[in-house]
């Protein structure tokens, strides 16, 4: 069998030592896949065609996951796969975070003003400084050209919604080639979004779904020209889409990622992704847009034997022992990540690891102060979480389903236990008010000492999200909320929150600012330096 078929670790003691008695509502766990399993690929044995991947999600730090679970299912199907990662080609990276000055506090206290006087210069800086960012590269666009001049069969492009100018002159220039064009991302799930961007230039489809497996099938009929209909999660340029493509339920039999096309020689250390799980155990956040997209719909877990051989088999081929989880919600499953904690150290040793959590209410969430000590014994370096507010009545208008005790609890013994702790929050929330900031404030400046980043962002309406459902119909569920434009390119809603203007709002507003920033300005811990802006 082709080695980038996971297959179960062989553990002598794992299935005993970390059986759960019971499992929670909700947790899937995957069935191991074996050699007779009906779900690998067949390879496609008539012709051996050849596909072009451009991953436009050109991270600085790791390589693309997706794309690498993509080009393990075409090559163990038979297909040549070429991959084109702009920063082999010096094109700038995506940096999430480094440790802040002044010049960051003050375009953060820009892009966030709420001020009614300044919200028009507001939103000019905005807009100028997105089309900045979301232009096409002229690099990009050359060596994309360069590979679609040596004639594959079809190209294929994994996306961002801010990608949008980039994928119009990618298209056009297969269209000028007539080479078929696949398009697909994590919310193209998303009706309004699939037809906001079907109008693409040489667009073949948009697949909205986990294509682990059924892709090499998908991309053989775009090749042929034939009736991609068939297929689950399609829309084609002329508006007609077949159903949704249901979530993918059998995670082990999804392929070790091939990552070896990635520019490794240009990353600062070398870090392989993963995910344990898709999806979120509680996916009621109702802001919350990942537990909408393709691949966050549902929650389902992958055995423990799978996701230790996958750390194995890449810890082997990369020569690294750094690992970042993607997980939406890491703890979903308690049982997986004490799976984690007691044998990571045993299959690949040194092993460095980061993800991020959910601090949720239920008894047993896995982040008791003895698993967080196990989890830093087992390598794990950094964690992220949700913090959102210091207020539970926002916590609560969101539903959260955490408290802010609970949040500070964790926070403290995280930090004791040796984890660098990072969280992400917004302002703007709906209801939100001058008290509910000034609350959030006071957490920061209470528990500051204990975080090394905060990432605070202005609040966004994603499309199918609850709040977006809320604020479109019917109409005067937020009545402070007025609608600017449903910018479905991006799948969300412009809006301006009338409530944010005040002069009491925006006083608590800026000593937010101030304690994120009197935290960001700091050095990490040194133990998780090697992760610093990943997450």
């Avoid at 507003?509 to 992760?531: D, G, M, Y």
Wanted: proline residues 6%; contains cysteine; charged residues 25%.
């Amino acid at each position: 069998m082709d080695e980038h078929v996971a297959q179960p670790l062989p553990l002598s003691r794992v299935a005993e030592r970390t059986a759960a008695p019971r499992r929670e509502r909700g947790a899937r766990p995957a069935r191991p896949l074996n050699a007779g399993s009906a779900l690998v690929a067949a390879p496609i044995n008539r012709v051996r065609y050849r596909a072009a991947l451009v991953d436009l999600n050109n991270f600085s730090t790791f390589p693309t996951l997706a794309i690498g679970i993509l080009v393990a299912s075409l090559r163990n199907a038979g297909f040549d796969a070429e991959v084109l990662c702009p920063l082999a080609y010096d094109v700038p990276a995506a940096e999430r975070e480094h440790r802040e000055t002044w010049l960051d506090h003050w375009q953060r206290r820009i892009h966030l003003s709420t001020a009614p006087a300044f919200r028009w210069g507001r939103d000019a800086a905005r807009a100028a400084r997105a089309a900045w960012r979301e232009r096409p590269h002229p690099l990009v666009l050359r060596e994309v050209a360069r590979v679609l001049d040596g004639r594959p069969d079809v190209v294929l492009l994994s996306a961002y919604l801010q990608h949008y100018e980039t994928v119009v002159k990618v298209g056009r220039l297969a269209a000028q080639r007539g080479i078929p064009l696949l398009l697909g991302g994590p919310v193209f799930n998303m009706p309004g979004t699939a037809d906001a961007w079907r109008g693409v230039p040489g667009l073949t489809g948009i697949v909205g779904g986990e294509v682990d497996w059924v892709l090499p099938q998908i991309v053989e009929t775009a090749i042929t020209r034939g009736d991609l209909l068939a297929f689950d999660g399609v829309t084609l340029p002329d508006g007609r889409h077949s159903r949704e493509m249901p979530p993918l339920r059998d995670l082990d039999a999804v392929p070790v990622p091939d990552f070896t096309d990635f520019p490794w020689d240009r990353y600062r250390f070398r870090v392989i992704p993963l995910m344990a799980g898709r999806g979120c155990q509680w996916a009621r956040c109702t802001f919350c847009s990942d537990v909408r997209s393709a691949s966050g719909r549902t929650y389902r877990t992958r055995s423990v034997e799978s996701v230790l051989h996958e750390m194995r088999e890449q810890s082997r081929r990369h020569q690294t022992q750094n690992f970042l989880f993607l997980d939406i919600k890491l703890n979903s499953y308690p049982h997986l990540l004490r799976g984690l904690a007691e044998h990571a150290q045993r299959v690949v040793p040194g092993a460095q690891w980061v993800g991020t959590v959910h601090v949720d209410s239920r008894k047993d969430n896995g982040l008791s102060r003895h698993e967080l000590r196990a989890l830093v014994a087992a390598g794990m370096r950094r964690v992220s979480f949700g913090l959102e507010s210091g207020s539970q009545r926002m916590l609560d208008l969101m539903d959260k389903g955490c408290s802010v005790e609970a949040n500070a609890q964790f926070i403290r013994e995280a930090h004791a236990a040796g984890l660098s702790v990072r969280c992400t929050m917004f302002k703007g929330f709906p209801g939100e008010t001058a008290d509910d900031l000034a609350a959030t404030a006071r957490f920061l400046r209470e528990h500051g000492r204990f975080i090394d980043r905060v990432r605070c962002n202005d609040f966004s309406i994603y499309e199918a999200t609850p709040v977006y459902e809320q604020v479109l119909n019917p109409p005067g569920t937020f009545p402070q909320i007025r609608i600017v434009a449903l910018d479905e390119r991006r799948g969300r809603v412009r809006y301006v929150n009338v409530d944010t203007g005040s002069a009491a709002y925006r006083r608590a507003k800026a000593e937010v600012l101030e304690a994120v920033f009197t935290i960001n300005r700091r050095p990490i811990r040194s133990s998780a330096r090697a992760f610093d802006g990943l997450m």
